[in-house]
């Protein structure tokens, strides 16, 4: 079971990722957003922030719906993320090696390729700034 305490140590293990000031999580690279918290809209109510769903940019809507079809358990949509590559996860729904595997996709997605060309592989960095809990599969 992940939490946001685990998006934010998978994403900060990736290489140019920062996170933005916010009320939840929000990581981004090169200005890009790859993974934040879910800010909850409920018509006549404010904004809630959820630390326990994460949007996660997921490229096309192809990914998207193979991903709301083929796990519905994990991932989910509302009508505000409508044809938006995005997709909500339901953070306790993953362990941490699933989580990492899929904060790291959308990180790639998102990184320039001059970025990514760069220095270390990505998988290297989180693998180590995760040590011993990305096996444990929490």
């Known amino acids: 079971m992940a939490d946001a305490d685990d998006v934010r140590r ?30 909850e809209r409920t018509p006549g109510k404010p904004r809630v922030i959820r630390l326990d769903v994460a949007v996660l940019f ?20 509302t009508p505000g993320y409508q044809g938006l590559p995005l997709v909500l996860l339901r953070l ?14 959308a990180w790639r997605m998102r990184v320039p390729h001059a970025l990514l060309n760069e220095g270390e592989p990505p998988g290297d960095r989180a693998g180590e700034a995760l040590g011993d809990r990305a096996g444990a599969g929490k």
């Open 10 to 39: 998978v994403a900060l293990a990736l290489p140019h990722a920062v996170e933005i000031a916010s009320d939840g999580f929000d990581f981004r690279v090169a200005d890009k957003g790859f993974v934040w918290s879910y800010p």
């Open 58 to 77: 997921v490229g096309d809507e192809a990914e998207k719906q193979a991903l709301l079809l083929g796990e519905p358990e994990i991932f989910f949509t």
């Open 92 to 105: 306790a729904a993953v362990d941490l090696d699933r989580l990492t595997e899929l904060v790291t996709d």
